[in-house]
């Protein structure tokens, strides 16, 4: 029989993305996250956030969590807990973004609140082939923890720019 106290739970990797229901006049936000373990007792959980249209930004963050002092049950789960963090760091930083957009134009625009929904891969091949924020995306998947996401990057980089929007 294993003790809670040697046994290790091991999780998959987790990717998912979010993008915003509706932004008036600053572009269109989408929110690239991934979650995992990177050894004993070590989480880690990344985002990416790509903002196309009215204006372009790109914003990521990596944080880690050690969880050898930290009881799982406490936290509701590792996994749980890194993808509350990631979504809360996520909305925490549109909002200084916004911020700073608005201390820059002092335009009611910035101020809005961004929801954001669930979102799909496709979202980021509609981004690509449209040839929006090449170098972002492949930053993404040049410097992302994610196997699951570097992989499907890479076949997104290797897409042609088919949109010709006039």
Known sequence: MTSAKTRKTVAAEEVWLKRSSNTLGLGVPLVIMAIGES??????????????????????????????????????????????????????????????????????????????????????????????LHEEIKKIKDTTQSETLRTFLTKVVQLPDVFTIK
């Not at 004993?40 to 204006?55: A, D, K, P, R, V």
């Not at 200084?96 to 929801?115: C, G, M, N, P, R």
């Open 39 to 132: 050894g004993e007792h070590q989480w880690w959980g990344e985002y990416s956030i790509l903002i196309s249209g009215g204006t372009t930004a790109y914003l990521s963050q990596r944080t880690t969590l050690n969880t050898a002092n930290v009881p799982e049950d406490i936290l509701g789960g590792y996994s749980s807990f890194m993808k509350m963090e990631v979504e809360q760091q996520v909305q925490t930083r549109l909002s200084v973004h916004l911020f700073e957009l608005y201390e820059k134009t002092k335009s009611d625009y910035a101020l809005q609140k961004i929801d954001l929904v669930d979102a799909v891969k496709e979202d980021v091949i509609r981004l690509w082939l449209r040839g929006h």
